[in-house]
């Protein structure tokens, strides 16, 4: 399975909503960006000597952050077939594959390439990233809901990276042979004319436009990322057309540089921290579902021996009350009424046989797999009803306090009814020979890393110290006429699902016992350069 497959179903990280840490992670890398630009502004005029040497690493720095994100959204598109993902890729290809022709003009940088004398050219290349990547963004945004038919992601990406190099293979090629054709942006190898002032100019204003179309919209964890870039684009501008006035190799400009260069690769990290819980969550499911098998082996063994038990017992007292009805009528004065009685019980015993068989058959029909979308609350109501008339014949005052605000958790509504039934069950016979005042209390509430958490609380004979970690074992039981195997299928109910389940003491007497289940419930750019 693809580590983005789950995104096809509508739960990938980064098509999911921002979280409340997400938002304020994002709040708190723009405010440090901020700070970074109020420390810089000082010294960005400062130029550097012999720093020439450094860019060949920074853009091969800025080919691999881009390409290996714009991977990664392809990734995400050949599952989703969006088209808004498809352009966003590429327009991290485009920005990435263009950061080499800019390395290559830049002046005194390969003088045995004889490209240094091409003043303009580095300077046009980078206005084209600089405008490009926003109005890319901004597409993004209007395509949103554009999806492509199944089937054709896998053509439609190699023909798109195919068109991109093409284009940017043009456009180079052009570039550097028009050089004195080309506008003038530069004045000498360091500082700009007043035409780049217009560059910067446009660039902030699609920067803007590109910030309010995303926060208009705001809907997936990737608009929240993507706004952050524009952001760190708009810092990156502003220090190196701006605050070091376009200077090239002056302190501002280096530092708007590493400004994005580190925006980039923190993009790049989230998407690979995005793409590591698909696989986690991917390999807990595996996980459970291979323990949930090994349990289910498990419980058949032990089922074979429980039925043979349980059902003994009724046949046996068939037989039993069969022979007793037999010499009751083959007597010289047969006795029918006691006859009838024996047939009674007889019928009685039947039944109890009919409902083993019946109960042990209903946890393994093909409906039991089925998962749902299910409310707790609801579940935990359904059972009381059902459990109200024994619970008030033994006298057992039963209260709650459910969260109305909880998420709603997948599983199969028959399971976790009889999970719950069960647990009801045996709060209630903990309790019939205590002494009052009996208290049945349920509760329910959000628990931390999104999980629903009940608890079952009663104030029975409690657990002794040497049942608590037995008590979930096959056969182990407390009740004299009991089977032993309600709370491990309990356990293997509620693990099957994701969650856990355990007992503790109530006080001052009693015992609780818990489960969790998990709640059911995306980017971005590089520098520019100049």
Excluded at 234 to 248: A, H, K, P
Excluded at 407 to 416: E, F, S
Aim: with cysteine.
């Amino acid at each position: 399975m693809s580590s983005f497959e789950t995104a096809s179903d509508g739960l990938s990280p980064l098509a999911s909503p921002p979280t409340g840490y997400q938002l304020r992670l994002a709040a708190s890398l723009c405010a440090l960006l901020v700070g970074a630009l109020l420390v810089t502004a000082p010294y960005a005029h400062r130029p550097t000597a012999n720093t020439e040497a450094l860019l060949p690493a920074y853009a091969a720095a800025v080919l691999v952050v881009e390409l290996l994100t714009s991977a990664l959204l392809m990734a995400l598109f050949y599952v989703q077939r969006s088209g808004a993902l498809l352009l966003l890729a590429l327009g991290y290809l485009f920005s990435g594959v263009m950061a080499v022709p800019w390395a290559l003009t830049f002046p005194g940088v390969f003088d045995a390439l004889m490209l240094d004398g091409a003043l303009q050219s580095t300077a046009s290349i980078a206005a084209i990233r600089r405008l490009s990547f926003p109005l890319f963004v901004i597409a993004y945004v209007v395509l949103a809901d554009r999806e492509f038919p199944p089937g054709t992601a896998g053509r439609i990406i190699l023909s798109s990276i195919a068109g991109v190099l093409a284009v940017a293979a043009i456009a180079t090629w052009l570039i550097v042979r028009n050089d004195d054709a080309l506008p003038q942006f530069m004045i000498d190898a360091r500082n700009v004319s007043g035409l780049w002032r217009f560059v910067p100019a446009a660039a902030v204003a699609l920067y803007c436009l590109g910030l309010t179309a995303l926060g208009l919209r705001r809907r997936t964890m990737l608009d929240i990322w993507l706004m952050v870039v524009l952001f760190t684009l708009l810092v990156e501008i502003l220090l190196i057309s701006y605050i070091s006035e376009g200077v090239r190799l002056s302190v501002g400009w280096w530092a708007g540089r590493f400004y994005g260069l580190v925006s980039a690769s923190l993009v790049l990290l989230v998407l690979l921290s995005e793409a590591t819980t698909v696989h986690a969550r991917l390999a807990r499911s595996v996980l459970a579902e291979r323990r949930a098998r090994q349990n289910r082996l498990t419980a058949m063994e032990a089922l074979s021996a429980s039925i043979a038990h349980e059902v003994n017992q009724p046949l046996a007292s068939m037989v039993t009350n069969a022979s007793a009805g037999l010499r009751w009528l083959e007597r010289d004065q047969p006795h029918i009424s006691e006859a009838k009685a024996a047939l009674g019980r007889i019928v009685t015993e039947g039944h109890r046989a009919s409902k083993v068989v019946t109960s042990i058959r209903t946890m393994f029909l093909k409906g039991a797999q089925e998962r749902v979308p299910l409310d707790v609350n609801s579940l935990i109501n359904a059972v009381l009803t059902r459990c109200r008339d024994e619970a008030r014949l033994g006298r057992i005052s039963v209260s709650t306090r459910l969260d109305s605000d909880l998420p709603p958790v997948i599983g199969n509504p028959a399971q976790l009814q009889q999970m719950l039934t069960n647990l009801v069950d045996n709060a209630v016979d903990a309790m019939r020979d205590t002494a009052e005042p009996r208290l049945l209390r349920i509760t329910s509430q959000c628990h931390d890393f999104g999980e629903v958490l009940v608890a079952i609380a009663d104030s029975g004979t409690g657990l002794a110290t040497v049942d608590k970690d037995r008590i979930f074992d096959p056969f182990f039981t407390t009740k004299p006429d009991g089977m032993g195997m309600g709370l491990m299928f309990c356990r293997t109910t509620v693990e099957a699902h994701g969650g856990r389940l355990w007992a503790s003491d109530n006080s001052p007497r009693g015992a609780v016992f818990q489960f969790s289940l998990p709640a059911s419930v995306t980017v971005p750019k590089s520098s520019g350069l100049a």
